[in-house]
């Protein structure tokens, strides 16, 4: 199983932009699709973005779509989330999470293997 740490998130202003980055350790990155997903206290976690183990497709909430790009680099074993056009509805703990041998786009959070700590963003209006 691997382990996940993200970090860049911090304060921005709306129509700000921030790159989060997720860097995992163990084996066998390049064989989990990984997502980003987003929580506020006293919400469900929801989905942000995914991509695929190959980095060939991926997958956006319509929330975030235009906005927000998911990517990876494998041979750096990280994950970006990549945000524009940040709103204050952004706001919220973005978590890094990863699932083995998945090849489909649809994440759901109680499917995920590993999950990161997660890191503070807020978006200030």
């Known amino acids: 199983q691997v382990q996940l740490e993200e970090s860049g998130g911090g304060l921005v202003q709306a129509g700000d932009s921030l790159r989060l980055s997720c860097a995992a350790s163990g084996r066998s990155f390049g064989s989990y699709a990984m997502a980003w997903f987003r929580q506020v206290t006293g919400k469900e976690r929801e989905f942000v973005a995914g991509v695929h183990w190959s980095g060939h497709s991926t997958y956006y909430a319509d929330s975030v779509k235009g906005r927000f790009t998911i990517s990876r680099d494998n041979a750096k074993n990280t994950v970006y989330l990549e945000m524009n056009s940040l709103r204050p509805e952004d706001t919220a703990v973005y978590y890094c999470?990863?699932?083995?041998?998945?090849?489909?786009?649809?994440?759901?959070?109680?499917?995920?293997?590993?999950w990161g700590r997660g890191t503070l963003v807020t978006v200030s209006s």
């Open positions: 999470a990863g699932r083995i041998h998945y090849s489909g786009g649809v994440f759901f959070a109680r499917n995920m293997d590993s």
